[in-house]
């Protein structure tokens, strides 16, 4: 009888957690890997191009609309078209932001930069998720909130440029090495030929 109760203790019943905790210490890895590779910051600069391609278009949209160039049933559809497509990137950068911080942990939060753009994602997100056709007014918090993304842009550009720059410093450094090494030795032969002579 004492068996069968032992057996129901939570430290026996969990048995596999080392392998569970393993995995996702691979996951997380995995996860950091990509979002500071190449891959994860050009698929991270596409999502917000095509994010503010979008904006721009909804703008212009409304534009012709209002001045009635386009018809306001097509103007509507198009509009609402939009909204979901950026709903759904809402969405991705909200994803892209808890990946983020799994992966990076509270290291994520050092930089202002991440902060201000995890409060501009979680704002959009909330904004296009909550308030979606509450007030008509937050349209225009939104736009601001998304061309904030610009910005994002900028620093995944700046990232990648810093990517190609570590290749290219570390073969400097490696040279820079071999230079001294071969003044060590060149000013070691001019101490043998003096001494020689």
């Not at 509507?76 to 939009?82: G, H, M, Q, R, Y």
């Not at 909204?83 to 991705?92: N, T």
């Not at 932001?97 to 050092?110: K, M, P, T």
């Not at 501009?120 to 997100?125: K, P, S, T, W």
Request: charged share 20%; proline share 2%; with cysteine.
């Amino acid at each position: 009888m004492g068996e069968e109760r032992r057996a129901l203790l939570p430290s026996d019943r969990i048995t596999h957690i080392p392998h569970f905790s393993a995995f996702a210490a691979s996951a997380r890895g995995r996860t950091k890997h990509y979002l500071t590779s190449k891959a994860g910051h050009y698929s991270v600069l596409v999502l917000v191009s095509v994010d503010i391609s979008a904006i721009f278009c909804d703008l212009i949209l409304q534009l012709l609309t209002c001045e009635g160039r386009i018809p306001a049933d097509n103007g509507e559809t198009a509009s609402e078209v939009l909204g979901i497509l950026s709903l759904v990137f809402s969405c991705l950068f909200m994803l892209e932001l808890l990946a983020s911080v799994w992966a990076f942990g509270r290291s994520y939060f050092h930089s202002r930069f991440h902060c201000l753009d995890a409060a501009v994602i979680m704002a959009g997100f909330v904004i296009d998720v909550v308030l979606k056709g509450v007030l008509e007014e937050i349209g225009s918090i939104v736009v601001v909130l998304r061309l904030w993304r610009v910005f994002k842009i900028i620093e995944e550009l700046s990232a990648g440029a810093e990517e190609r720059m570590e290749p290219v410093q570390e073969h400097l450094e490696q040279l820079e090495k071999e230079n001294y090494e071969l003044k060590t030795q060149l000013a070691a032969l001019k101490v043998q030929q003096t001494l020689a002579v």
